[in-house]
């Protein structure tokens, strides 16, 4: 098997778990947030800098890598993990979010999705097929099947027909993918419908892939919901396999959702927001740009061990933004994602002592948001 999962402990008092993830490229403990290098590069950061913060596997995005530089040329490099000289496990996603979001420029069939490049304009066709192509080409240790992201809000109908597409999608990626070192994982979809999203999860858990992702929350709707269809499909999800929840990132939802029982995340929001001036601290956000830290001496976090917080200040920092230096970016980056690194480290060895639901309380007592 390309990849390996073990539950090694579950909380007494909720579903969260604490997990092995074995890939081709490492071990990786769980529940756990993987940086995003969208177009095979972390922003800002080099591979070394990721390893320090203790980064065990990133995700890389097939629609962007798919355009520019191309699958063929990462293929002819050795594959993606040569082209961008990181050790660790990736994961890629299938481009689905990304079509998605194009809006008008594209057009969904039975067959595939016919987009227009936000690079160029140029027409492109991608099927399930040619997406687990892509993906097989990049080589990245887990690759997702290729689905639709249906829009929050949206109505029954709309809904349940993508759903069933996604389904469809899936058994065809499936019937395609067939490399022997990388992991096929299926989506659940089924939007805000507590029906469709357990009609999404039973059909995928029947596919029988080693790993699941849950797909199409955080798009818009109330945290709470999300929260919701957690809860309505876990019941479905299989206990052995990893589960992922796509493109979230925000401390809350992570602690949030590691209590309904999820396993993997990844966001592109900690290292957006870093490039904004915004870093995450236990008692909320801060924003360094803002004339209050002009003359704030003190470190971004006192007690974080992150390259930042060890030698700057966040008078430093903000100047740094202020003269739109690039190390700002840097610095802020490298503290956002060492703090998640951080926060997911306290939540395993939370479920490790059997006291998660104590962890959450006492983080939501300082957490401001």
């Known amino acids: ?57 990133i995700l890389s995005n097939t629609y962007h890598l798919y355009l520019r530089p191309g699958s063929d040329l990462i293929k002819e490099a050795g594959g993606l993990h ?15 979010f990304q079509v998605f979001s194009l809006g008008k420029l ?58 069933e597409l996604t389904y469809r999608w899936a058994e065809r990626c499936k019937a395609r993918h067939n490399r022997e070192d990388q992991a096929l994982f299926g989506i659940v979809q089924g939007g805000v419908f507590p029906d469709l999203r357990r009609q999404s999860a039973a059909q995928l858990v029947d596919l029988d892939f080693p790993g699941y992702g849950i797909g199409g929350l955080s798009v818009g709707e109330p945290k709470p919901l999300m929260y919701e269809m957690l809860e309505e499909i876990m019941p479905i999800m299989p206990q052995d396999k990893p589960r992922y929840l796509m493109g979230v990132g925000s401390p809350d939802c992570l602690v949030e959702a590691v209590l309904r029982g999820v396993d993997m995340f990844d966001c592109v929001w900690p290292t957006r927001i870093a490039r ?65 690194a951080r926060l997911m480290a306290d939540v395993r060895e939370a479920i490790r002592q059997d006291r998660m639901q104590q962890f959450r309380d006492q983080f939501f007592a300082e957490y401001a948001g």
């Open 1 to 57: 098997m390309a990849v390996e999962f073990t539950v090694l402990k579950t909380a007494s008092d909720s579903p969260a778990r604490l997990g092995l993830l074995k890939t081709p490229h490492g071990v990786i403990e769980t529940p756990v947030f993987m940086p995003v290098g969208t177009q095979a590069t972390v922003k800002t950061l080099t591979p070394l800098e990721l390893e320090e913060i203790g980064a065990d596997i």
């Open 82 to 96: 040569q082209f961008m000289n990181w050790q660790g496990s990736i994961l890629t996603d299938s481009g689905g």
């Open 106 to 163: 594209r057009k969904i069939s039975e067959e595939g999705v016919e987009f227009r490049s936000h690079l160029d304009g140029s027409k492109h066709f991608i099927t399930p097929e040619k997406s687990v192509e892509i993906q097989m080409d990049l080589g990245s240790d887990i690759a997702m099947v290729f689905d639709e992201c249906a829009p929050y809000p949206a109505d029954y109908s709309y809904v349940k027909k993508s759903t």
């Open 276 to 340: 904004h001036g915004t870093v995450m601290t236990r008692r909320g956000h801060l924003t360094v740009r803002n004339q209050t830290f002009a003359r704030d001496f003190m470190p971004i976090e006192e007690d974080c061990s992150c390259y930042a917080c060890q030698n700057f200040s966040r008078a430093y920092i903000r100047h740094l933004f202020k003269a739109n230096e690039i190390l700002g970016l840097r610095l802020a980056t490298i503290h956002n994602l060492t703090f998640l």
